[in-house]
């Protein structure tokens, strides 16, 4: 019976964990304003219909708006400044910086929920992971006061932040882009804690 109970534990923990993530993005605003849409997940803090904004990590990566596949990690791949396969770690600039913003830690910087704002941020996030920018981030400008800002704050912690490396459902690469994360879900961690207490005790 013992035995029973644990393979029931982990195989419910293993199917927890294996749900497959699926993201919708769409640009519904002006250029840069990003949303995504959890269609399969959950996918960090986010449960399934729940929507929260974003930013694209690299410059010249596919953003173009639908339902993406979902791999979870700590940096962008293929297309980062790093060589090939190796992929470009998220800077802890950019995760800080984006924090602040779910926070609404930003708007004594001039950071709302307009379009320009979005645009600003964008910018900063592609300045600080090294893909350049399309608008002027120099000192006195918010986006300068920013680039400032978080190079005064940011504690080289991730902040909660992970990389949604996204592909298309054929598998070509598409957009980079930070979600807030939490992770191992609490029955997960629940599950898989009585599991291993059920292991510990069938070996007794």
């Not at 459902?169 to 979600?179: L, N, S």
């Not at 807030?180 to 005790?201: D, H």
Request: charged share 15%.
């Amino acid at each position: 019976m013992k035995r029973m109970t644990t393979l029931v534990v982990l195989t419910i923990a293993a199917t927890v964990m294996a749900v497959p993530l699926q993201v919708q993005i769409t640009a519904p605003g002006a250029y840069y304003d990003y949303q995504a849409t959890v269609v399969s997940g959950p996918i960090g803090i986010y449960g399934v219909g729940e929507t929260f904004r974003t930013f694209c990590l690299e410059r010249h990566e596919n953003s173009s708006n639908g339902i993406f596949d979902v791999v979870l990690g700590d940096r962008a791949m293929d297309g980062g400044v790093e060589p090939a396969g190796t992929g470009d770690p998220l800077d802890t600039k950019t995760a800080f910086l984006y924090n602040e913003f779910l926070n609404g830690g930003l708007a004594a910087y001039g950071i709302v929920s307009d379009s320009a704002s979005y645009t600003i941020m964008q910018n900063v996030i592609w300045e600080i992971e090294g893909d350049g920018n399309v608008i002027g981030l120099g000192a006195g400008t918010i986006g300068g006061n920013l680039l400032s800002y978080a190079a005064a704050n940011a504690d080289g912690s991730n902040y909660g932040i992970k990389v949604m490396v996204m592909h298309t459902a054929t598998g070509a690469k598409a957009q980079d882009m930070p979600v807030k994360f939490a992770i191992p879900e609490p029955m997960t961690v629940a599950l898989l804690g009585l599991g291993g207490v059920l292991l510990i005790r069938n070996k007794k």
